[in-house]
C-alpha cells in the first residue's frame, strides 16, 4: 500500500516499541495480536530497522497480512492485518 492509503487506515491497536531493540518490536507485537479480531488492523511504531523485515516474515509464516511501513520522523509505523 502506498503511505497516503496507509494513513487512511482504521487502526484497532497501536504498538509503541520505539525504546526496544530487535526483537522488541516483535515480541511487543507478538504480545499485542492477541488483544485484537480478526480482520482487525495493528500499527506497531518502531525505531529499529529491523521491524521492516521482521513483521512482514512474521505475518506470512502466521497468516496475517502484513499491509506496509511508513516512515516517520525517526522511527516506522508498520501495519498488519490479523487473519
Known sequence: MTTDALSGITVAKSVDARGTACPGPLLEAKRAIGTINSGDVMEILSADEGTKQDIPKWC?????EYLGSAEENGYFKVYMKKK
Not at 506470512?60 to 496475517?64: F, I, N, P, V, W
Open 60 to 64: 506470512k509464516k502466521q497468516g496475517h
